[in-house]
C-alpha cells in the first residue's frame, strides 16, 4: 500500500501526465456504481431490500429474480443465495461481464438469485441501536454473522419468494458461516437444499496468506495497530487506484500485487480490464474483531467461538470459560466443495482435513491451477465450477 501511495504522489507530482505510465485503458462504468445499478447495467432486473438482524444490525440485500434470456416467464423460480466472503460484498458475483459472472448465469438459467452483505461492509454498515463511529458497533465477528445475518436473510428471502428451501452457495468466509449457521441451527438447515462451498475455510492451519500472519501479533498489539473498529473499508484512496492509477496500461502488475497480496494472485486467469471494477468496491470492510477472531483460530488450529478475552468475558457468552469448538461434522445439509490447488487462504491440506468431517459431501473438485479468488473472477470459472454448479441445481 506504500508503495502505491508513493507512485500515486509521483503520478500527481507529474501533474498526472497519461503518458508516463501508459495510455489511459477505458474506465468500466460499473466502478463507481452502486450495487443495484451494477446489476441494472447490464440489462437485469434488481430489487434493494433491508434486513434487519436480532441485533439491530441493518443489511443490504440485493435479488436478481430473473434473467435477461427468461424474462417471459415470471413464474415462481428456485432459489439461490450468494454470501461473500471476508473484506468483500455481493459485488464480488457481479463484477465480471455477465458470461463470467455467477449471479447473472444463475438468473439466465432460471434462478431466482439473492446477494447477501456481512454486517460492517460497505452496503450493511448501519444499526437501530449504535453509531458506526462507535466501538459497540463493531463488537462482532464471523460468529454474529453465523447466528444473527444469515438468519434473519434467509427468513427475509422465504417470506419474499414464498418458498421454504434454497440453494446456498458461500465462497470462503462465506462457507466458514454456513458451516456455523447449518451445524448450530437445525431449523436453518432444514431450509437448505445443497450447500455449494467455494474455497471453503474452517481452519487456516496451512493457510500460506499475510493474514495468517497476523496471528503471530498478540490480539492487544493488534487492537494498538487496527484499532477496534473497522479494518480495511473501502475508501476514496482505493477508488482512485482503480480508475485512475490500475486503469493505466503498464501500472496493471502492481495494482494486481496490491489487490491479490492476500489471497493469490492468477493473472493468466483474470480479466484485467476489470480491475477498476475490482478495485472500485473492494476491500468492502469488516471488523477488527473479525481479523482477531481469524488470528485466534490460526492459533488454535480450528475453528471455534470468539474468545472474549477473559473467562470472565466467557462466561457471560457461552457459559463456560473457554470459547467453544464449532463441530462442522454436526452439519447434515448436503453439500458440494471446490477448492483451489494455489490457494494461499484455503490451503489444500486444510481442505482435506475438513472433507473427511462433511457427513453429507455430495461432490469434490480440485482446481488444480486455482487460487482462492479464482471462483468470483477467473475468466474459465464457468467452465471449471459454474456449469456444474447449475447442472447440480437443475438435477436437485
Known amino acids: 500500500m506504500w508503495l502505491l501511495l508513493t507512485v500515486t504522489s509521483v503520478i500527481s507530482a507529474f501533474g498526472g501526465a497519461h503518458g508516463l505510465f501508459g495510455k489511459l485503458a477505458p474506465e468500466s462504468p460499473e466502478a463507481n456504481m452502486n450495487i443495484s445499478q451494477m446489476i441494472n447495467y447490464w440489462g437485469y432486473p434488481s430489487e434493494e431490500y433491508e434486513v434487519i438482524t436480532e441485533d439491530g444490525y441493518i443489511l443490504g440485500i440485493y435479488r436478481i429474480p430473473y434473467g435477461k434470456k427468461n424474462s417471459e416467464n415470471l413464474g415462481k423460480r428456485p432459489v439461490v443465495f450468494l454470501q461473500h466472503g ?14 463470467n459472472s455467477l449471479a447473472f448465469i444463475l438468473a439466465d438459467a432460471g434462478y431466482d438469485v439473492w446477494l447477501g452483505n456481512s454486517r460492517g461492509n460497505t452496503w450493511s454498515r448501519r444499526n437501530l441501536y449504535y453509531s458506526p463511529d462507535s466501538v459497540e458497533f463493531w463488537a462482532f465477528s464471523f460468529d454474529e454473522m453465523a447466528k444473527y445475518d444469515l438468519p434473519a436473510t434467509i427468513d427475509l428471502i422465504v417470506q419474499k419468494t414464498g418458498q421454504e428451501k434454497l440453494h446456498y452457495v458461500g465462497h470462503s468466509q462465506g462457507t466458514t458461516i454456513g458451516f456455523i449457521a447449518f451445524s448450530t441451527n437445525p431449523t436453518l438447515a432444514n431450509r437448505i437444499k445443497t450447500f455449494y462451498a467455494l474455497a471453503p475455510v474452517a481452519t487456516v492451519t496451512y493457510a500460506q496468506s499475510p493474514l495468517k500472519k497476523l496471528s503471530l501479533i498478540p490480539g492487544y498489539l493488534l487492537k494498538i495497530i487496527f484499532g477496534d473498529k473497522m479494518f ?16 493505466r496500461e503498464l501500472m496493471d502488475l502492481l495494482c494486481s500485487n496490491a489487490l491479490f497480496i492476500m489471497c493469490g494472485f492468477d493473472r493468466k486467469n483474470l480479466n484485467v480490464s476489470r480491475f477498476d471494477v475490482y478495485l472500485g468496491h473492494n476491500p468492502a470492510g469488516t471488523s477488527v474483531q473479525d481479523i482477531l477472531h481469524w488470528a485466534q483460530v490460526a492459533r488454535a488450529g480450528r475453528l471455534q467461538a470468539f474468545n472474549w478475552g477473559s473467562p470472565f468475558q466467557n462466561l457471560l457468552h457461552y457459559n463456560q470459560r473457554t470459547p467453544p469448538d464449532y463441530d462442522v461434522s454436526a452439519m447434515t445439509v448436503p453439500i458440494a466443495v471446490w477448492n483451489g490447488g494455489h490457494d494461499i487462504l484455503a490451503d489444500p491440506r486444510d481442505v482435506s482435513m475438513l472433507l473427511p468431517k462433511l457427513q453429507n459431501l455430495i461432490y469434490h473438485k480440485e482446481v488444480l491451477p486455482y487460487n482462492h479468488l479464482d471462483f468470483i ?11 456444474e454448479i447449475v447442472s447440480m441445481m437443475a438435477k436437485d
Not at 377 to 387: D, F, K, R
Open 86 to 99: 471476508l473484506l468483500a460484498s455481493a459485488t464480488n458475483w457481479i463484477a465480471n461481464l455477465p458470461n
Open 232 to 247: 480495511m473499508p473501502h475508501t476514496f484512496f482505493d477508488q482512485f487506484l482503480g480508475t485512475e492509477v490500475c486503469s
Open 377 to 387: 473472477w477467473a475468466m474459465n470459472a464457468p467452465q471449471e465450477v459454474y456449469n
